[in-house]
């Protein structure tokens, strides 16, 4: 009898435990930050970056990187479109008919990326003017039609919004790295601070490494460049991380 | 402008790829053979050779700054330019869906060929590119939109086309496994656009505007200049005293 009695006591207990492993797994699942979320965050960071794993965004990266500042602006307004973008797809995914999506799409990323516009032009002029027509270009980068299609139509809101977050900034560091490497060789500046030293007419008036007869590289400010150092990232980052190797 | 000479500088000096870099996912992705890099390219030309007029009349008779006075006076103060982006993504959009329409109709085997890459058109930075570069040039009749539109087609239909020839051959050769595939193609074209650099000293007959410098890198090079040669000269003349 009370081996028996013992045995639905554990029964019983196994089950609670498994009740109470069921409750934390879902209460898991809808914590903000599970591990899932924030896989979402940190994958396209490295394992999955949009430009140089995914192949997308690359048009309008690259010509604004001769400088630092409008790389950081444009990365924050491709950050804003993507995660608002998916969000706004995200909520409307039941009822976009299937034929359309596409026009869809592209009119609520246009209406985005004219409030980026008007923002910029309202607070930050000159980089506006620096960024020219590549604000406009962001409705046809292809990191945001490509989540909106491979993530947002099939996802719900809050995942959809860090997967924008995630891949805006995936984005971001690219560009941040292209935009430091050029501004610093190129023009020995880093948003506008002399880094290596002041260039003065003569080497007498120069001071740090100028002063050792350094020269600015002016290759690095033309646009062939980034593309070259891209390349150099990528392989940096293939030869890190062997899996991302491609076979042809 | 002289038409000849637009036509030459969108090809060659103002390449939509390797001077903008506009089109680079499509230009990357569908490189991989010289067959559906002509298909792609082709449909550029073509939907790049509509749209830029096109657009070029929605924005001269809509969406300028006063550019409804063709309606009434009342209208002279309007300026709409702020919808540019959409009205222009709008008819990029609707475009590719017609011609992918017509094309499915007449002609399903190049359809099929083209598959996927037909509607991602509608999203290739060098067609909205084409747009907006128009807008920033104030061209003085539908004939240069058309002429630029063709142009710049062409000219991403020879980059894609050169990029894919290369590649096939480069299937061959013995590349560092980590820089295979994007990494190899990244600087391949990057060694592209610094041969397409030379083409910038052309000057055909016709006044050059001068005006006209939108990229940020060759607003660089003209800021460098002067530069540079200040210095030079004060070398010399440090060295002559």
Redesign the interface.
Known sequence: MSEQKKEIKTKEEKKKEEMILFLSKSEEKEAFLSRANRKLLTDPLNDDNPI?VQ??????????T??LR?AIVMSLAVIFVTAMGNVVISLLRNLIPNRIR??VQ??VV??L??VV??VLKAFLYDVSK?L??FI??I????II?GRLEAFALGNKPWKSFLDGIGNGAGYGIILIIVAFFRELL?SGKLLGYEILGHKG??LADSTGLYALGYENN?FF????????I???V??????RN?KL???? | MDLLNLFVKSIFIENMIFAYFLGMCSYLAVSKTVKTAVGLGATVIFVLLITVPLNYLIDTYLLQPGALRWLSEDYANIDLSFLSYIMFIAVIASMVQLVEMVVEKFSPALYGSLGIFLPLIAVNCSILGGSLFMQQKDFTGITEAIVYGGGSGIGWFLAILAIAAIREKIAYSNVPAPLKGLGITFIITGLMAIGFMSFMGIKLEGNEDTKEKTTASTIQIEKNKPDSKTVEVTLNKTKNE
């Open positions: 140089t192949m997308l965004g690359i048009c309008s990266a690259l010509a604004i001769v400088q409008p596409i026009i592209l009119v246009a209406s990326v004219i516009d008007q620096q020219s027509i406009g270009l409705i046809t980068n292809c039609m190129g007419l003569t002016g400010l033309l646009s062939p460049m980034a593309l070259i891209v390349g150099l990528i392989w940096y980052q293939r030869s062997r190797i491609e076979e042809s």
